[in-house]
């Protein structure tokens, strides 16, 4: 009897094991389908042949101008690895993160995916992604059993914010992108607005006496029927700018968010490698 119950339990054991260990290869082939999906709309749409400055707003151009200094060449696309930390509500414990993102400067588009430490032994996997108008945010323990995930047209919009207010990451799209442009507000604050396949995006970017871009939040953070909070990113600030191949970027990143469930989520990123695909050029990396 006891040998028996010994067995059961070994066995349950093998076969909870066997499922985490597909689920997560199932897991990853999904986030490399998107990954191979974004990367062939880099590599088929057009690219400016040369950066300019944008005029207005003046918050803006002198930004861009500082961002960019002499780089004139065009970029396809960035990659970056991070680490850091998330918290659920506005009072829950912080755990260890690290991930990595792909963004595409051709067209609005990413693939960001982390992995956070809940406990020893156990981990959440997110995966959030904008790839040709479609979009999602998945959140599963042991990369397996789904937590809170969303893959609906109101995501849509929160995804292309997310892309919007990830720009300072790669400053150079401002001034070689066509689908994003600015109005200005005052001396320190401007709106801009990006637009894809139809669909617009409206954010607030605050500059500090330096210049820099030092927050974008979205223009609206409720559901104009509802009144409800919108699920995805709603706010971003930007710290320790850091030369990167000649290109000003902020190596520290926070942001807020909300999830499918209404949940309030904080996360703080460090930057800790960056590689440009620069078009007609091999990949510069800088770690």
Known sequence: MIDMLIFGIIMCISIFLFVVVVGSELFTIMIEEQIRYLRLIIHYAP??????????????????????????????????????????????????????????????????????????????????YYVDDKAGMNLNLLSVFPLDNVHNDAIKTTSLFRYLACTPLFPMIHGSAGFISWENIDDSTAKAIITDKGRSVEAIARFNGRGWIESIGMHEKTHPETGRPVPGHFACRFSSYTNVEGYWIPMQVD????????????????????????????????A
């Open 47 to 128: 690219l400016r042949a040369t950066f300019g400055i944008p005029s207005k707003p003046e918050p803006v151009a002198r930004y861009v101008s500082w961002a960019l200094g002499e780089n004139q060449h065009p970029v396809g696309s960035m990659h970056l690895r991070f680490t850091g930390r998330r918290r659920y509500g506005k009072t829950g414990r912080w755990m260890n993160m690290g991930g990595e993102a792909f963004f595409s400067l051709a067209a609005p588009g990413f693939v960001w995916h982390s992995t956070i430490t809940y406990a020893p032994g156990i981990w959440l996997s997110a995966f959030d």
């Open 255 to 286: 942001s807020d968010m909300i999830l499918p469930d209404g949940e309030y989520v904080t996360a703080e990123y460090s930057i800790t490698k960056i590689e440009f695909d620069t078009a007609g050029r091999k990949n510069r990396s800088v």
